[in-house]
């Protein structure tokens, strides 16, 4: 059985730098971004939805 829990804020800033070198990828073959490119873009997208 899965449980979920609130991310607590210290755990935030390692999900975040994880989940932006996982999702990178995808933003790279979605629209030709470079690596740096799609990174800040990540990072761009998930300030939108995301505290």
Known sequence: MIILCPIRDDEYPAY????IEDYA???????????DDSRVRTKQEVVKVLP
């Open 16 to 19: 975040l730098e994880c989940f």
């Open 25 to 35: 990828p995808e933003i790279i073959s979605n629209y030709r971004l470079s690596l």
